[in-house]
């Protein structure tokens, strides 16, 4: 499975759109989240892999790739039989996470109302 490029055709040559769309897909901000947790420690494939047990296998691997292609995170592959291959944020995904984080405690702090509102959608929608 292969990334796409998201490319606004009003706007070809700016990057806000499709940097956006890389790092808000389904994957990549639990992934980032993460390794975040792991207090800046590598995190082997298959630990991260147990701590998001939703993402498929070649999911993981694509989204961890696009998060290196980025500049996000950094794979390190040890000469080892099997092979040790680990992962760890980079300066740049460090920089990112408190905004992240700040997003995330956005939503904790206001589900509640917007679970409040959807159900109040529905029942409108039901009538």
Not at 88 to 104: E, F, G, K, M, Q
Request: with cysteine; hydrophobic share 40%.
């Amino acid at each position: 499975m292969e990334r796409m490029i998201v490319e606004d055709a009003l706007f070809p040559d700016c990057p806000i759109r499709n940097i956006l769309a890389r790092i808000s897909d389904k994957w990549s901000l639990l992934v980032l989240y993460t390794l975040d947790k792991a207090g800046g420690e590598p995190v082997r494939f298959k630990q991260l892999q147990r701590s998001i047990p939703d993402i498929s296998q070649k999911m993981l691997t694509v989204t961890l790739r696009t998060l290196e292609d980025d500049g996000y995170v950094t794979r390190t592959v040890y000469p080892e039989v099997p092979p040790r291959v680990e992962y760890a944020l980079t300066d740049r995904a460090r920089s990112l996470l408190p905004h992240v984080n700040a997003l995330i405690a956005w939503a904790a702090d206001n589900k509640e109302c917007i679970m409040r509102d959807r159900r109040k959608a529905a029942a409108k929608r039901s009538h």
